[in-house]
């Protein structure tokens, strides 16, 4: 969230910078409790540079499988930790695929940032 600067009574939006290493550090969190947990990144308007203040971050998060609709996932990934608002998706690479709005799957394959991918037969 806004930070004030200083002393003074103005509000400060996290830069890219402080919103990536924050991004990061959840993604590990997140993968180190779930190992359905393939892949984390950011998309939107923090991966294309043009946030300003009051953008949230737009996460995706890819697992080996989910068990409730793609809809309703997100409410299990507490994200009160990062510095600015976030919106979470979670997909499995085959939902991924086969995405039904091609704006949003181009906007993923195009302008992700990935900050978390486990490595092939680790646990």
Not at 56 to 81: F, M, Y
Not at 93 to 119: D, I
Request: glycine share 6%; aromatic share 8%; hydrophobic share 40%.
């Amino acid at each position: 969230m806004p930070v004030r600067s200083l002393h003074s009574s103005v509000l400060k939006w996290p830069d890219t910078a402080t919103v990536d290493r924050a991004a990061r550090e959840w993604a590990r969190s997140m993968a180190e409790t779930r190992p359905q947990v393939l892949r984390v990144g950011y998309f939107g308007s923090y991966a294309r540079g043009d946030w300003g203040v009051g953008s949230d971050l737009d996460i995706v998060v890819i697992v080996t499988h989910a068990v409730l609709p793609a809809v309703i996932r997100a409410r299990d990934w507490d994200t009160s930790g990062l510095p600015v608002p976030a919106d979470v998706l979670v997909y499995t690479p085959k939902e991924l695929e086969e995405l039904p709005s091609h704006r949003l799957r181009a906007e993923l394959e195009t302008n992700t940032v990935w900050v978390f991918q486990r490595m092939p037969g680790a646990p």
